[in-house]
């Protein structure tokens, strides 16, 4: 029985192979525990209620530096942010709201929100554009009755979600038909019809519609609404669930500040900036 090979013991040898088996199935081990918790948090994550939703994050979008920019009547460092058509500097009430829907993940204003001076609707523009910035979907509670009413009135608000940010028109039937089945398990409540928008957008009648959300400014896509009546306890209480579902909310988000030598309201030629 041989005790020694090339002067080294055979019982020493055998120790030695005997390690390097085991640190050998040890790393084995490890990287499937590494893999299967992998693979388990990826099925997790799908199931999730959150999940059935995602945006393209490989397409064009503006900056949110830029959309706070043209909020306050700035020009944008990135082409494509704002148009002069598309009236989006706020005024002091609409800061507020803006900085409160950033908060709380959702927006809420009183009517539509048109601005009569501006013959469009600022506050919803630059909402939109944010959250096209942040690849999410615009939630907005629309309150179409005024708060000291009497008492309450059953859906006498509008609770609106636009899908459109999420710049992926082939999923948002799909994306759709699942957030209303949500909305009508958790609240009991159906959508409203849906009805075609108005608005006068050619690029949508192209045939090209996947190449335009990925190449298109927000302002120059359509929307992609869905609609319930709500109460305003029911707006508030759907718009904060909704808010988690779709990750809107920004807690971090300080109240915007005016940048320094910016007069609102004012052309180019009186030390504006003739955006919005």
Same mark, same amino acid.
């Given at each position: 029985?041989?005790?020694?090979?090339? !002067?080294?013991?055979?019982?020493?040898?055998?120790?030695?192979?005997?390690?390097?088996?085991?640190?050998?199935?040890?790393?084995?081990? %490890?990287?499937?525990?590494?893999?299967? *918790?992998?693979?388990?948090?990826?099925?997790?994550?799908?199931?999730?209620?959150?999940?059935?939703?995602? $945006?393209?994050?490989?397409?064009?979008?503006?900056?949110?530096?830029?959309?706070?920019?043209?909020?306050?009547? #700035?020009?944008?460092?990135?082409?494509?942010?704002?148009?002069?058509? =598309?009236?989006?500097?706020?005024?002091?009430?609409?800061?507020?709201?803006?900085?409160?829907? *950033? *908060?709380? !993940?959702?927006?809420?204003?009183?009517? %539509?929100?048109?601005?009569?001076?501006?013959?469009?609707?600022?506050?919803?523009?630059?909402?939109?554009?944010?959250?096209?910035?942040?690849?999410?979907?615009?939630?907005?509670?629309?309150?179409?009755?005024?708060?000291? $009413?009497?008492?309450?009135?059953?859906?006498?608000?509008?609770?609106?979600?636009?899908?459109?940010?999420?710049?992926?028109?082939?999923?948002?039937?799909?994306?759709?038909?699942?957030?209303?089945?949500?909305?009508?398990?958790?609240?009991?409540?159906?959508?409203?019809?849906?009805?075609?928008?108005?608005?006068?957008?050619? =690029?949508?009648?192209?045939? #090209?519609?996947?190449?335009?959300?990925?190449?298109?400014? =927000?302002?120059?896509?359509?929307?992609?609404?869905?609609?319930?009546?709500? $109460?305003?306890?029911?707006?508030? #209480?759907?718009? &904060?669930?909704?808010?988690? =579902?779709? #990750?809107?909310?920004?807690?971090?988000?300080?109240?915007?500040? &005016?940048?320094?030598?910016?007069?609102?309201?004012?052309?180019?030629?009186?030390?504006?900036? !003739?955006?919005?």
């Amino acid at each position: 029985m041989l005790k020694h090979i090339y !002067g080294v013991p055979v019982l020493s040898m055998m120790i030695i192979a005997l390690e390097c088996v085991a640190v050998r199935i040890n790393a084995f081990q %490890s990287t499937r525990r590494s893999t299967l *918790r992998s693979h388990s948090s990826a099925l997790s994550s799908s199931t999730s209620p959150g999940t059935f939703w995602r $945006s393209n994050q490989e397409c064009w979008r503006p900056d949110v530096r830029d959309v706070e920019r043209i909020s306050f009547g #700035q020009p944008a460092k990135k082409k494509g942010t704002g148009s002069r058509g =598309i009236p989006a500097r706020l005024n002091e009430d609409e800061r507020r709201s803006f900085d409160q829907a *950033r *908060r709380q !993940g959702f927006l809420q204003v009183t009517g %539509s929100a048109w601005r009569s001076q501006r013959s469009d609707a600022p506050l919803l523009n630059t909402y939109r554009s944010l959250n096209d910035a942040r690849g999410r979907p615009v939630i907005v509670l629309h309150k179409l009755s005024p708060s000291s $009413s009497g008492g309450d009135v059953d859906h006498a608000d509008r609770l609106v979600v636009d899908l459109s940010p999420l710049r992926l028109p082939d999923e948002f039937d799909t994306v759709g038909k699942e957030l209303k089945s949500i909305i009508q398990a958790e609240y009991n409540l159906n959508s409203i019809d849906d009805v075609p928008d108005d608005d006068d957008l050619d =690029i949508m009648e192209s045939g #090209q519609n996947e190449d335009h959300y990925a190449t298109r400014p =927000i302002y120059q896509l359509n929307p992609y609404r869905l609609e319930w009546n709500v $109460s305003r306890q029911e707006g508030k #209480q759907i718009g &904060k669930y909704l808010a988690g =579902i779709f #990750q809107t909310i920004e807690p971090k988000s300080s109240p915007s500040k &005016k940048p320094k030598g910016v007069k609102p309201g004012k052309g180019r030629r009186h030390g504006g900036y !003739g955006i919005g």
